[in-house]
């Protein structure tokens, strides 16, 4: 499967953006989904993941509250609601998938297909 991830730009503080994360190549459906971000400075985070059909979810610690992933099956895209962003969200996001049984846990993944990033820049 091929990924392609886009919707990041400049926003300032406090601001919303979504992503988009569009599927290629396989039956999307059968995906678990995550979305990592990274900076020069950091190691890859995780930010968030969600089950074949929408649920579970699961976010990072430093989301929690603020960002929202959900997805659309029939459009082959999973989504990142980001709002209340703030500067130390600025990062490259990345998509990521991986086949999955309907029951696995999501928690944790080793993600086999990622997309090639999409930068968020999140200015004071």
């Known amino acids: 499967v091929q990924l392609q991830a886009s919707g990041g730009g400049l926003v300032q503080a406090g601001g919303s953006l979504r992503l988009s994360c569009v599927a290629s190549?396989?039956?999307?459906?059968?995906?678990?989904v995550g979305w990592f971000r990274q900076t020069p400075a950091k190691e890859r985070e995780f930010v968030a993941t969600i089950g074949r059909s929408g649920s579970p979810t699961y976010y990072g610690d430093t989301v929690k509250g603020r960002f929202t992933i959900f997805r659309d099956n029939d459009r082959k895209t999973a989504y990142l609601q980001m709002t209340n962003l703030k500067p130390e969200d600025t990062a490259v996001y990345y998509c990521?998938?991986?086949?999955?049984?309907?029951?696995?846990?999501?928690?944790?993944?080793?993600?086999?297909?990622w997309g090639q990033g999409t930068l968020v820049t999140v200015s004071s």
């Open positions: 990521a998938a991986r086949d999955v049984i309907l029951t696995a846990d999501i928690r944790n993944l080793e993600y086999s297909y």
């Open positions: 190549g396989r039956t999307f459906s059968r995906f678990a």
